[in-house]
Nanobody, 118 residues
Framework: QVQLVESGGGLVQAGGSLRLSCAAS????????MGWFRQAPGKERESVAA????????FYADSVKGRFTISRDNAKNTVYLQMNSLKPEDTAVYYC???????????WGQGTQVTVSS
């Protein structure tokens, strides 16, 4: 099995930056891809960014393109989400996810709160 632990969330002013980290442990060799999701108050969970573990493919939601960057460090079994030019609408709980299939995420972290003030 895989365990995921997020860190790096917090309170930041609009226009500022944060870097989220997600450390994976357990059967990390089984991970095919990892991604970041977020859920804002009163809204459904949405996909923010994703990256394949064995390749270089990435995906970004239109709302974060040009501002967020997903990256990974295979040696550290860690995926990052660099968030720049943050906006109040980015406020949400951010979740790290991992999957063994390109279209399915089986493992989830507990989430980390990101709050962007105006």
């Amino acid at each position: 099995q895989v365990q995921l632990v997020e860190s790096g969330g917090g309170l930041v002013q609009a226009g500022g930056s944060l870097r989220l980290s997600c450390a994976a442990s357990g059967r990390t060799f089984s991970i095919d891809g990892m991604g970041w999701f977020r859920q804002a108050p009163g809204k459904e969970r949405e996909s923010v960014a994703a990256i394949t573990w064995s390749g270089i493919s990435t995906f970004y939601a239109d709302s974060v393109k040009g501002r967020f960057t997903i990256s990974r460090d295979n040696a550290k079994n860690t995926v990052y989400l660099q968030m720049n030019s943050l906006k109040p609408e980015d406020t949400a709980v951010y979740y790290c996810a991992a999957g063994t299939n390109a279209a399915v995420y089986q493992y989830w972290g507990q989430g980390t709160q990101v709050t962007v003030s105006s």
